[in-house]
């Protein structure tokens, strides 16, 4: 039965797949940073969209809203579902990023 | 070389604390990275809708239980798990949207695009579905209504375009290539 239906023969690619889906490429890592962890069962999808819809309500009341940007919702989202699970703390990740602010400029490359 | 963005340093910090507090390595995101890039997209979806056009029953099936009708194929990349497909017909047009965040059945269509996740289209499309599937480049016609399917917390949809009048004269590989991701979404034709 799984062969009913295999996957080997060449296919066309669908039409009009070309845009693009990240705009940065620390877009792509966050995400596989959410997806990863899901996977490793840190958390649940459920339990992430939930912290996504409540950023991107967040945004939508914001009276100073800032321009959209999906993934910085997607950031925030996963922030808040390690920071419940105690797994990253606020302070820990303030504290690493005040480190990086202070490399000095070209440190990596 | 550009400064790095502020979000682009939260995000390398926050990957650097997961590593180090051994919740993560750098490789097992790399490898989820890889499988959504490379083995996750729209081509499946569009297989499973190439099939449902040359196969009746299978076509029931998808339409009766999407998610145990799909399970033969065995696609990657989740979130099909409560999976509803919606027939186009000579009457009637879906439409498909996440008006909460961005819901979408990645096993079959990949990562949503930029301007699904965007709050133009996630508000607009369910007070004036036809004028902005029109202004996506695709006139429903004036005959057809309009259904606009709201995904949930579990439940993901994906439209069954209609298939091509001359439909016998493609084989299954030609009529896949003939099926976009929007189309699978309800912007397009199919």
């Known amino acids: 039965m799984t062969d009913q239906y295999p996957l080997e023969h060449e296919l066309a690619p669908p039409q009009a797949n070309g845009e ?9 890592r966050v995400f596989g940073l959410a997806r990863t962890l899901c996977e490793q069962e840190c958390y649940s999808w459920g339990e992430f969209r939930g912290e996504l819809i409540a950023a991107i309500k967040c945004w939508d009341r914001d009276l100073d ?22 797994m990253i703390s606020q302070d820990e990740l303030t504290n690493r990023l005040q480190q990086y602010l202070n490399r000095p400029h070209g440190h990596d490359h | ?50 099939r449902a056009w040359v196969d009746d029953q299978f076509r029931e099936d998808l339409l009766n239980d999407a998610s145990a009708a799909i399970a033969v194929y065995q696609f990657e990349g989740g979130q099909v798990e409560k999976l509803v497909v919606v027939e186009n017909t000579a009457t009637v047009h ?26 133009e289209y996630r508000s607009r499309v369910v007070k004036e579905p ?5 202004e996506m480049g695709f ?51 199919r």
């Open chain 1, 20 to 28: 693009l889906v990240f705009d940065d490429p620390w877009q792509m």
């Open chain 2, 1 to 50: 070389m550009s400064e790095p963005s502020p979000q682009s340093i939260r995000a390398e910090a926050l990957e650097a604390l997961l590593i180090e507090k051994g919740f993560l390595k750098a490789e097992d995101v790399d490898q989820v990275i890889l499988r959504y890039g490379e083995r996750v997209g729209p081509l499946n979806g569009a297989q499973v809708i190439a």
């Open chain 2, 130 to 134: 036809r004028k902005v599937i029109s």
């Open chain 2, 139 to 189: 006139d429903v016609a004036a005959g057809k209504s309009v259904k606009v399917w709201d995904s949930s917390a579990e439940i993901r949809y994906l439209v069954l375009p209609q298939p091509p009048e001359n439909l016998q004269s493609y084989n299954e590989n030609d009529l896949t290539g003939l099926v976009s991701r929007d189309g699978m979404i309800g912007v397009a034709e």
């Open chain 2, 94 to 119: 879906n439409v498909v949207v996440c008006t909460l965040c961005s819901c979408y059945p990645w096993a079959l269509l990949g990562l949503p695009p930029k301007w699904y996740k965007d709050p």
């Open chain 1, 65 to 86: 809203q800032q321009p959209w940007c999906y993934f910085d919702h997607f950031l925030e989202a996963l922030l808040r579902v390690l920071n419940k699970k105690h």
